[in-house]
């Protein structure tokens, strides 16, 4: 099977920048009449031309959102398991330059924390680490899965790009989904942006989450870091990485995160900002051209954007987050986190807000059949 780095060759950057150029206002309403979308559709949808389209492409994502998900918007909370990190991303609050308190738990101090997150009635839970293999290593990461999975109903993961038998790992010890940041799909940007550790791989973190699918993994999560490259592009890119997952692992749950870039401990001058109108535009193609992917909107949107950006798309959302190691069960040091969140809001007052537009917060919508 061509793996997706080939696959994505087929739309250069240049093509992508012809495509959006050539979108018409007419081409905009010919996109929202079909029923199924091809990439140059999306391409379309994620246009300067789509502008003056956004409120006929928020009814068309209201309505497929209630005709695949209903009202129902999933719920989890990360918990940050170590910040030790060897990468110096030039963006991230984890940077190995920044001078920061750092912190690892131990197998004990992260079924700690885990406790306190399943007390507050959580039951999917998304564990995340820095990139420092040989300190949070698979073992390491399986070790901490392995204690904590009577407590939830699913345990993602947030890490560092691993082989397909490291994926085999996690996913035997209780693992059932992964998350995997490409953070740009310009492969020179991504160099600039990662000049030291592992995570200057490019093509190995692009090929992530096939290996993990490969590996047997049942729900796949991806997204682009917005900001760091032009709206067009990596909207774009994301996309088509979710459309080209689904159509060769068509077992998989896929689902699109949109983040967009946030402060952090650190200094990084963003070149591309994402503003509220742009935001909206890409859930709504999105949602347009892959109707079946869950989209996740993390708690660095505030409570106002999220509220309104779930009739039109989102269909997961984090609550009572925080982006710190420890501070819920165990001493947190005064850790700053990888990023300031926006909304702080917790799994009551998230859960109340969702009913107060209409929507029912869903705590459980998987059961391991193993366990």
């Not at 240049?14 to 959006?20: A, P």
């Not at 029923?35 to 949808?45: E, G, I, M, R």
């Not at 001493?331 to 917790?346: A, L, M, T, V």
Request: glycine share 6%.
């Amino acid at each position: 099977m061509e793996n997706f780095q080939h696959f994505l060759q087929n739309w250069p950057a240049d093509r992508r920048s012809r495509g959006t150029a050539a979108a018409t206002s007419d081409k905009v309403c010919a996109v929202l009449e079909k029923d199924v979308l091809q990439p140059a559709d999306f391409l379309t949808l994620l246009s300067p031309a789509a502008q003056p389209h956004l409120e006929a492409m928020a009814r068309k994502a209201r309505e497929l959102t209630l005709r695949y998900f209903g009202r129902a918007v999933n719920i989890f909370t990360p918990l940050y398991i170590s910040d030790v990190c060897t990468n110096q991303c030039r963006y991230c609050g984890f940077n190995a330059k920044n001078k920061q308190p750092r912190r690892h738990l131990s197998v004990d101090e992260a079924c700690a924390e885990a406790r306190a997150i399943a007390d507050m009635g959580f039951q999917h839970i998304l564990l995340l680490t820095g990139d420092a293999p040989k300190l949070s290593s698979p073992l390491y990461i399986a070790s901490v899965v392995r204690r904590i999975k009577p407590l939830f109903a699913s345990i993602g993961i947030e890490v560092y790009s691993l082989t397909q038998a490291e994926y085999a790992l996690l996913l035997e010890a209780g693992v059932d989904s992964m998350t995997m940041f490409q953070e740009t799909y310009n492969p020179e940007l991504y160099a600039w942006l990662h000049p030291v550790g592992p995570k200057h791989d490019y093509a190995f973190r692009l090929n992530a989450p096939e290996r993990a699918a490969a590996a047997g993994m049942r729900s796949l999560g991806l997204g682009a870091l917005l900001g760091l490259e032009s709206f067009e592009q990596d909207a774009f890119a994301t996309g088509l990485h979710a459309w080209w997952l689904q159509r060769n692992f068509p077992g998989v749950d896929v689902s699109v995160s949109i983040p967009r870039i946030c402060p952090h401990e650190g200094d990084f001058d963003v070149q591309h900002a994402v503003d509220d109108r742009h935001l909206v535009q890409y859930v709504t193609a999105m949602r347009c051209f892959l109707p079946r992917a869950g989209i996740t909107c993390s708690s660095r949107e505030s409570a106002f954007m999220r509220n309104h950006l779930v009739p039109i798309g989102v269909t997961r959302v984090s609550a009572g987050v925080s982006t710190a190691v420890g501070g819920r069960a165990t001493e947190d040091k005064h850790n700053p986190g990888q990023f300031e969140i926006s909304d702080r809001r917790s799994l009551a007052e998230m859960t109340a807000a969702l009913a107060g537009i209409g929507y029912q917060a869903v705590l459980k919508d998987w059961e391991d059949p193993a366990a």
